[in-house]
């Protein structure tokens, strides 16, 4: 019997970073991030989170003073910031398009199932779908590289 593979479990920054993981994704250090979080703010934390953020709610945000639902910043994981600035800070607010599988439902299943097998080959938008997704990850890459100064906790520094 063949499993279902699906993109269905949410990367625990999901509220940020919009990040999801195949259902049958073998995490073994049991953190779930999307791959940008993991590159991104995996590296950058200093406080054991390992990129995990923390998010909140009626806490003031350091950059704009509001309460707001909230989100730690990656570096101390102790102090915050609103989700709004977040995604300025981070994403600069460019809305990464959504990719669609080229095919329907039932192929997609059978693909994500057995991604390796040869018959793909005559699938002439599949190879231009993963080029998609490569350039997807690429791009989100890019931004995040962007802003770099807005990115420290102004109390930690
Ligand atoms: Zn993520
Ligand atoms: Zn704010
Ligand atoms: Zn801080």
Redesign the pocket.
């Known amino acids: 019997m063949n499993e279902q593979y699906y993109y269905n479990i949410e990367c625990k920054n999901h509220k940020v970073c919009n990040g999801l993981l195949p259902d049958r994704w073998l995490d073994k250090r049991g953190r779930f991030l999307c791959i940008p979080c993991e590159t991104t703010f995996g590296k950058l934390s200093q406080n054991n989170s390992n990129g995990i953020l923390k998010f909140a709610e009626n806490i003031r945000?350091?950059?704009?003073?509001?309460y707001?639902k909230?989100v730690s910043y990656p570096s101390c994981g102790q102090h915050y910031?609103?989700?709004?600035?977040?995604d300025?800070n981070w994403y600069s607010h460019i809305k990464l398009p959504s990719i669609m599988f080229p095919y329907n439902k039932e192929i997609e299943n059978e693909y994500r199932n057995n991604p390796y097998d040869e018959k793909w080959n005559n699938y002439c938008l599949i190879q231009d779908y993963n080029k998609q997704v490569d350039s997807w990850v690429n791009l989100k890459q890019e931004i995040i590289k962007k802003c770099i100064p807005l990115r420290k906790c102004p109390i930690c520094k």
Do not use: R
Not at 81 to 86: E, P, S
């Open positions: 945000c350091l950059q704009c003073n509001k707001e909230v910031l609103c989700l709004d600035c977040f300025y």
